[in-house]
């Protein structure tokens, strides 16, 4: 019981008339003083009706007081009440004495009554002191491990805060430092002193001039070898027409681009050229003999000059005629050959040469547009390996910008992810500090019994277990109330433990049956069976007896069916093979079951045997 609910109780037996309108979580407060909290108990224990005086006798006292007689103290107040009480004694009658008999045995009654009650919450509260004291024996270890662990929490987030600060700091750095680096301006062309950090803040002025430059000169190079002057760069003057060389497909790897009037011309030179051939051919002939018998002649003439400045003596003039005559033997004998050879195979060998200089035109000629061809070739390799250069120099351009987006959008998610993070941590700093600053989880400086109304926490609690009639107001939220319930849903928690308990101890007994009937099912299921532990042979001894004879049964039905088949066979054979048992079976079945037709048959074959004798 509250203390409250003792002082309200107590003003309730002194026949206070309003004693209905108050509650008594409205006096727990004044427990709260531990000065006057020993007036307050032996006040709400000792007071009562018997100690109350009543108007009549305030009044009485009041009269007394204000009289001259004045009030009876110390030893006249002993000495008077003697007196009284002598007096009363004589004048005492058996009813009364009767009466203050039962009254002062019921106070007695009520006094031992109170003493019991005093008895057991002694006990009571001993039992309680010794489970205090007891627990908090074991506070100790539990409070020193306690603060123990506290001192390593706390030095833990020291530590913690201590780098979250310094990395928060370097976080903050390194934001700046970014921010400051994608800050920068485009560098321009005239400031060659700073660096832009990014490819994307380069001026590309420079780079795309010497591109254009590049362009045009390379268009320049490719009109003058392929669309101007062609013929002067071949060394030909003929109109052609000249194309670059698609080596992608090698039908056109052949020399094309001439026109027909140039083939015509070609044709026409070729044949012009097999036609002088052999008069040519015969002139260069002669010209080289001619040529050779005149250095033949020098070189005689020289060797004889050399001859006669080495000779001592001199040559006589039959020597010289007989050299003379031997020479222009060896002449005349060289001159017969050589007029053979002019006159028999010098024409023929002429002739098949002339056959052949077709071939050795055409072959120079087209050795000619080979030597163009690969000369135009060259040129466009040349040209290619230009062109695939300044591809090279933009397709490297694209992939570094791409790979500075690349870097640019993760250092984009990265900062999203940072700030979207601190984000979070900044939410759940502020919840946690508002809930921080919930009383109900701080400690409070001073014990206080009235629920704080800014005590949320406690509010809802008390709403949850204090049980309070919605249609009565409470000026106050006590913690009484909130102890109060909590002791009663702990009586309930108990209450529903024991049901728990005996409705598990009934579900125990009955699984244990089921168990029990379970284990007699499954005996005569696998019969003590081999299988017991995998699957069920689902066939007790009973069921198996009754397959076997059953299987037994069916294996002499089957026989005896194959026998009734055989025997129905051969009958039938044999009826269809004997008309006289075909028509005595027919008889046996007119006997059993068509009498009056076997009667007529039987007067009809009666007849009939009466006619074959009669005739």
């Known amino acids: 019981m509250s203390e409250g609910k003792r002082f309200l109780d107590l003003i309730n037996r002194l026949g206070y008339t309003q004693s209905h309108d108050l509650q008594a979580e409205s006096f727990d407060w004044m427990f709260e003083n531990e000065a006057v909290r020993p007036f307050l108990d032996w006040f709400c224990d000792n007071v009562g009706p018997s100690n109350l005086l009543t108007q009549q006798e305030v009044k009485q006292y009041n009269n007394i007081v204000e009289s001259d007689e004045g009030v009876l103290e110390g030893a006249q107040l002993e000495k008077a009440l003697q007196s009284s009480t002598s007096q009363t004694s004589e004048e005492i009658t058996d009813e009364q004495l009767d009466e203050d008999i039962t009254r002062l045995t019921e106070e007695l009654q009520d006094c031992r009554n109170y003493k019991e009650r005093l008895l057991q919450h002694r006990n009571k509260l001993s039992l309680h002191q010794a489970g205090l004291n007891h627990r908090l024996s074991k506070m100790g270890p539990i409070e020193s491990t306690?603060?123990?662990?506290?001192?390593?929490?706390?030095?833990?987030?020291?530590?913690?805060?201590?780098?979250?600060?310094?990395?928060?700091?370097?976080?903050?750095?390194?934001?700046?430092?970014?921010?400051?680096?994608?800050?920068?301006?485009?560098?321009?062309?005239?400031?060659?002193?700073?660096?832009?950090p990014f490819l994307s803040q380069q001026s590309l002025q420079h780079y795309h001039g010497n591109?254009?430059?590049?362009?045009?000169?390379?268009?320049?190079?490719?009109?003058?070898?392929?669309?101007?002057?062609?013929?002067?760069?071949?060394?030909?003057?003929?109109?052609?027409?000249?194309?670059?060389?698609?080596?992608?497909?090698?039908?056109?790897?052949?020399?094309?681009?001439?026109?027909?009037?140039?083939?015509?011309?070609?044709?026409?030179?070729?044949?012009?050229?097999?036609?002088?051939?052999?008069?040519?051919?015969?002139?260069?002939?002669?010209?080289?003999?001619?040529?050779?018998?005149?250095?033949?002649?020098?070189?005689?003439?020289?060797?004889?000059?050399?001859?006669?400045?080495?000779?001592?003596k001199g040559s006589t003039v039959q020597d010289i005629s007989d050299r003379n005559q031997e020479t222009e033997k060896q002449l005349n004998h060289v001159q017969k050959e050589v007029a053979m050879l002019a006159d028999s195979q010098v024409p023929k060998w002429i002739h098949e040469n002339a056959e052949l200089q077709g071939t050795l035109i055409l072959y120079g000629d087209y050795n000619l547009k080979l030597a163009r061809q690969d000369y135009f070739t060259s040129k466009q390799n040349e040209l290619i390996k230009q062109l695939i250069s300044q591809k090279a120099r933009n397709d490297f351009l694209m992939m570094a910008y791409e790979m500075e987006v690349k870097g640019h959008k993760e250092t984009h998610r990265l900062l999203t992810g940072t700030e979207q993070l601190l984000e979070r941590n900044v939410q759940a700093n502020q919840d946690r500090m508002h809930m921080m600053n919930d009383p109900g989880i701080s400690v409070p400086h001073s014990i206080r019994n009235t629920?704080?109304?800014?005590?949320?926490?406690?509010?809802?609690?008390?709403?949850?277990?204090?049980?309070?009639?919605?249609?009565?107001?409470?000026?106050?939220?006590?913690?009484?109330?909130?102890?109060?319930?909590?002791r009663r849903l702990a009586h309930d928690l108990d209450t529903l433990q024991a049901t728990l308990s005996s409705t598990t101890s009934s579900q125990d007994s009955r699984l244990a049956s089921l168990e029990q009937n379970l284990s007699v099912c499954e005996d005569m299921v696998y019969a003590n069976s081999a299988t017991k532990d995998g699957q069920p042979i689902m066939s007790p001894p009973q069921l198996i007896d009754g397959l076997t004879q059953l299987d037994q049964t069916i294996k002499n039905l089957e026989q005896t069916i194959c026998d009734i088949i055989t025997e129905h066979n051969s009958k039938t054979k044999s009826l269809k093979s004997d008309p006289f048992l075909s028509r005595q079976r027919q008889l046996f079945?007119?006997?059993?079951?068509?009498?009056?037709?076997?009667?007529?048959?039987?007067?009809?074959?009666?007849?009939?045997?009466?006619?074959?004798?009669?005739?």
């Open 211 to 312: 591109e254009e430059r590049f362009t045009q000169q390379l268009t320049a190079y490719t009109k003058k070898q392929f669309f101007e002057g062609i013929g002067d760069v071949a060394g030909h003057s003929e109109g052609s027409r000249y194309e670059l060389l698609d080596i992608s497909d090698p039908n056109t790897l052949t020399i094309r681009g001439e026109k027909p009037e140039v083939t015509n011309d070609c044709c026409e030179e070729l044949a012009r050229l097999k036609e002088v051939y052999p008069n040519s051919q015969k002139r260069r002939i002669k010209a080289v003999t001619e040529e050779n018998r005149i250095a033949a002649a020098c070189r005689l003439a020289g060797d004889r000059l050399q001859a006669l400045n080495q000779q001592t």
């Open 146 to 196: 306690a603060e123990k662990q506290y001192r390593q929490c706390l030095e833990q987030k020291q530590t913690d805060n201590t780098q979250m600060n310094a990395t928060l700091d370097k976080l903050s750095r390194t934001s700046s430092e970014l921010v400051s680096m994608y800050n920068k301006s485009p560098i321009s062309e005239n400031v060659g002193q700073q660096e832009a």
């Open 451 to 486: 629920v704080d109304s800014r005590d949320l926490f406690t509010t809802r609690l008390h709403q949850l277990v204090g049980n309070v009639p919605t249609d009565q107001q409470q000026l106050f939220l006590t913690y009484g109330n909130l102890v109060e319930g909590a």
């Open 589 to 615: 079945v007119y006997f059993f079951l068509e009498p009056s037709r076997l009667r007529r048959a039987v007067n009809e074959l009666t007849q009939r045997l009466e006619a074959q004798l009669v005739s």
